[in-house]
């Protein structure tokens, strides 16, 4: 009996192996209503979908999916013609089969071999029944804004929804556990902001617990994601995470941007690719943005990433055309102290930006037949005249080298504030200040350190009746 037992566990024990061995993808779909159609299996990556496999249905609309490579696990896409589409959780076991009735695809989908599959389907409709119901909720609540018994019996009801909703989430997450659907669902979750309690000695609760509410959600906003687990990069997760984060929840100041990029990397270290992928985001985002100041989170972003080493999937040219980039920012970032100029002027005497003694200089490069500068010019003097009186000077460079169109310009205009003039750039105001383009404006203060950059002529009085109120605090 014993020797009969060891024979046939020998027999199992390799169609076990072969089975844990088992690579590449198949997956059979019918989709019932498509017979002789193309339809294809897409994924995510950040906020883009990409096609990874095509499938022409036959005559009983009946297809496989095949490779002999095993897919990369996440969210995959049916695509169907009409541009619909259905997901499915690719995991470790890419061999099951599906069907659904194509008008009707999310309501009739079935899976055959993926537990975890089904068990998505089932959260999916779950999740959107309960998102159904709030946003039933939301509208009773603005329909009936003016009463007040009925708003505070709905959201009561909003409290008790959202409540249950939280409970059915984690559910989801524990009776799963250890799979890809719990890694997502738990990957959604926002922080439990906890009730803080303030004394009530305070003279502004509200402020306070606003400013509580918001450091707790800043510093456990990504608590819920395993940056280690790189299944959550073919999702579209991971990117809407970061997003959010950088675009709404952290304060828009690179000091405050830069220590959160710190945090976040350091919890990216343990899987290369998803540090690639959070870097490849930063370093994307920070350099399309257009608020002012977020050049000096690309330094970073450069300095310790690109140009140290550490971004292995970049090539020695992009690193080389990035470093000279960085270079042409690095002398011009806020709060640094402006490089001095000293050039020739039209009234024939040398003049030099140290010089200046006023509370705010303003700096700016224009030409006088940019087409862009015969709009800004026109204003900035109008806005000059207005404020010359109030310590406030404008040192302005043209960055073109025909003098008489220049000195006619002024004599044309009037323009009477310190007019430079370099047509050697022996002053190297080019790269000082990254001078690619004209008009540029920089605001300086009295110690000649640069305060703010790039700003239209609108936006000059504003910022600096601002920064005057922000210094008397």
């Known amino acids: 009996m014993g020797k009969y037992f060891i024979v046939v566990l020998l027999s199992i024990f390799p169609a076990i192996l072969f089975g844990q061995l088992k690579t590449g993808y198949e997956i059979e779909v019918t989709l019932d209503g498509l017979s002789d159609s193309t339809v294809f299996m897409a994924y995510h990556l950040g906020d883009k979908q990409y096609i990874k496999d095509t499938l022409k249905l036959d005559r009983s609309a009946h297809g496989i999916f095949r490779g002999k490579e095993t897919l990369p696990q996440g969210i995959y896409m049916i695509v169907l013609p009409g541009r619909k589409y259905f997901e499915i959780l690719i995991a470790a076991d890419q061999y099951f089969s599906l069907r659904c009735v194509y008008n009707d695809y999310f309501n009739t989908l079935k899976f055959i071999g993926s537990d975890e599959n089904s068990a998505f389907i089932t959260y999916q409709k779950n999740w959107m029944s309960m998102q159904q119901k709030s946003a039933e909720l939301q509208k009773r609540v603005q329909n009936n804004k003016h009463n007040n018994d009925s708003v ?13 909703m939280m409970k059915y989430l984690k559910s989801v997450i524990e009776v799963n556990n250890g799979n890809l659907l719990s890694g997502l669902v738990k990957a959604m979750l926002p922080p439990e902001i906890p009730n803080f309690t303030i004394p009530a000695v305070v003279a502004n609760p509200d402020s306070i617990r606003w400013i509580l509410n918001y450091n707790y959600n800043k510093d456990h906003y990504f ?21 959010t984060f950088f675009t709404n929840v952290v304060i828009q100041a690179p000091d405050s941007i830069n220590r959160e990029i710190d945090k976040l990397v350091k919890k990216c270290e343990g899987n290369n690719k998803v540090y690639q992928f959070v870097a490849v985001y930063l370093f994307n985002h920070f350099r399309e943005s257009e608020i002012m100041g977020h050049d000096a989170v690309m330094v970073k972003l450069a300095d310790d990433i690109y140009l140290s080493g550490k971004a292995d999937w970049v090539s020695k040219e992009f690193k080389d055309d990035l470093r000279k980039q960085i270079e042409l920012l690095r002398p011009n970032l806020i709060g640094k102290k402006a490089r001095d100029l000293v050039m020739d002027s039209y009234s024939g005497i040398p003049v030099s930006l140290y010089d200046v003694q006023k509370d705010f200089t303003i700096l700016y490069f224009w030409e006088p037949n940019c087409g862009h500068c015969k709009e800004t010019t026109p204003k900035l003097k109008a806005y000059y005249d207005k404020a010359k009186n109030k310590n406030i000077e404008i040192f302005a460079v043209c960055t073109q080298s025909d003098k008489q169109k220049w000195t006619q310009y002024i004599e044309e205009n009037q323009i ?18 990254n001078v690619q383009s004209t008009p540029l404006i920089y605001i300086l203060d009295k110690n000649k350190v640069i305060i703010a950059k790039k700003l239209s002529v609108e936006d000059i009085g504003p910022f600096i009746e601002n920064y005057r109120k922000m210094k008397v605090r």
């Open 416 to 433: 009477t504030w310190i007019n430079g003039w370099d047509p050697r750039r022996s002053s190297h105001f080019d790269s000082y200040y």
């Open 152 to 164: 505070k019996i709905l959201t009561a009801e909003q409290k008790s929804l959202e409540a249950r």
């Open 223 to 243: 608590d819920n994601i395993d940056f280690t687990d790189e299944r959550l990069l073919r999702t579209p997760i991971i990117y809407s995470r970061l997003n």
